[in-house]
């Protein structure tokens, strides 16, 4: 059973979440108005879904028998909006202009030993193993439509909250390094085909389309719709893939599926998503550094006056312990 004190806790580490998804949306606006970018297509199953879904949230928070599905709702909405607004923002960074960093990132990985090439013709060469590539990178769905559920519906309320908050402060955090370290892609850079019979790059044609004409300037129409993942390092990928490892490893069961599934979206994202492996891993480091921000802040606000006064004495000072967990968050 979910306690007053971890409720609280959570309410308030909502309403950061919202103040984030608040902050995006300004920074959304203020990137339209000093640029030419304008918003097409406003009106789209996510931009309707999000707020109604944050009604329905407030709506079944006011329900004692509708706090789970409620918490399950907001974290929804949270991250839909953030979503919506991360994506042009993507769009918007990336037509700064500032070098391409594809040749150092591919020197990058010949340094640690990582030859990409060699990875796309054993994949080529094994092309039973394609299929399994392409299942492994969908399931960034995963974590987006998962984690909100398990850990809403078994009232952890906390530990999503800490989801929410990581996951949207990583795609900033992603969006921000990509404006500044821009690049196409491995398929661009080795001049490799992202499109054969056997094979295609889904993940890759967002970038090779759409980043030179934000860079040449005849890409200012944004249709909300059309927009893809057009960030090539940090892989906005690999730190799901820890998000969604971390966010549910408390229930002991998941962690087999975890590990199989956010494994293998690791191996498949350098190739369906045309990285290069330094994307990857400044994406898992990016995600673990989300983490511990959102765990630090979680502290911060557990020991706030209000938190401290309702813990209970078995709890060590300053830190709140989560039952769900058995320690301290």
């Not at 931009?47 to 599905?69: D, F, Y």
């Not at 991250?79 to 990058?108: H, K, N, T, W």
């Not at 921000?176 to 056997?198: C, H, K, M, N, R």
């Given at each position: 059973m979910v306690g007053h004190m971890e409720r609280r806790i959570a309410n308030r580490l909502q309403l950061i979440n919202w103040s984030?998804?608040?902050?995006?949306?300004?920074?959304?606006?203020?990137?339209?108005?000093?640029?030419?970018?304008?918003?097409?297509?406003?009106?789209?199953?996510?931009?309707?879904?999000?707020?109604?879904?944050?009604?329905?949230?407030?709506?079944?928070?006011?329900?004692?028998?509708?706090?789970?599905?409620?918490?399950?709702?907001?974290?929804?909405?949270?991250?839909?909006?953030?979503?919506?607004?991360?994506?042009?923002?993507?769009?918007?960074?990336?037509?700064?202009?500032?070098?391409?960093?594809?040749?150092?990132?591919?020197?990058?990985?010949?340094?640690?030993?990582?030859d990409w090439p060699a990875y796309f013709h054993f994949a080529m060469a094994n092309p039973e193993l394609l299929l399994y590539a392409k299942f492994f990178y969908a399931m960034i769905l995963v974590p987006a439509f998962g984690v909100p559920v398990i850990l809403g519906l078994t009232g952890q309320y906390i530990r999503l909250q800490q989801f929410v908050m990581a996951a949207i402060?990583?795609?900033?955090?992603?969006?921000?390094?990509?404006?500044?370290?821009?690049?196409?892609?491995?398929?661009?850079?080795?001049?490799?085909?992202?499109?054969?019979?056997?094979?295609?790059?889904?993940?890759?044609?967002?970038?090779?389309?759409?980043?030179?004409?934000?860079?040449?300037?005849?890409?200012?129409?944004?249709?909300?719709t059309e927009l893809g993942g057009i960030l090539t390092f940090p892989s906005f990928h690999a730190a799901t893939a820890l998000l969604s490892i971390w966010s549910l490893w408390s229930i002991w069961w998941l962690r087999p599926a975890l590990l199989i599934l956010n494994a293998g979206m690791l191996v498949a994202t350098p190739l369906v998503g045309g990285h290069y492996f330094v994307d990857v891993i400044a994406g898992v480091s990016v995600a673990a550094l989300t983490i511990q921000l959102s765990k630090c802040l979680t502290a911060v606000v557990a020991a706030s006056p209000l938190a401290v006064s309702t813990q209970s004495a078995s709890a060590e000072p300053g830190r709140l312990v989560d039952p769900a967990f058995g320690r301290g968050v």
């Open positions: 984030l998804v608040a902050g995006c949306a300004m920074s959304l606006c203020l990137g339209l108005a000093v640029t030419t970018f304008t918003l097409e297509g406003l009106v789209t199953t996510e931009v309707v879904t999000a707020p109604a879904l944050a009604a329905t949230g407030l709506w079944l928070m006011r329900r004692s028998w509708g706090e789970r599905p409620a918490f399950t709702m907001l974290a929804f909405a949270q991250m839909g909006s953030g979503v919506i607004c991360a994506a042009p923002l993507s769009y918007i960074g990336l037509s700064a202009g500032m070098p391409l960093q594809d040749s150092r990132f591919a020197e990058l990985d010949r340094l640690l030993g990582l402060l990583a795609l900033c955090v992603v969006i921000a390094v990509s404006t500044l370290f821009p690049a196409i892609g491995t398929y661009f850079e080795f001049g490799l085909p992202s499109d054969t019979e056997i094979f295609k790059a889904n993940g890759y044609g967002g970038q090779a389309r759409d980043i030179p004409m934000l860079r040449d300037g005849t890409l200012r129409a944004l249709k909300l």
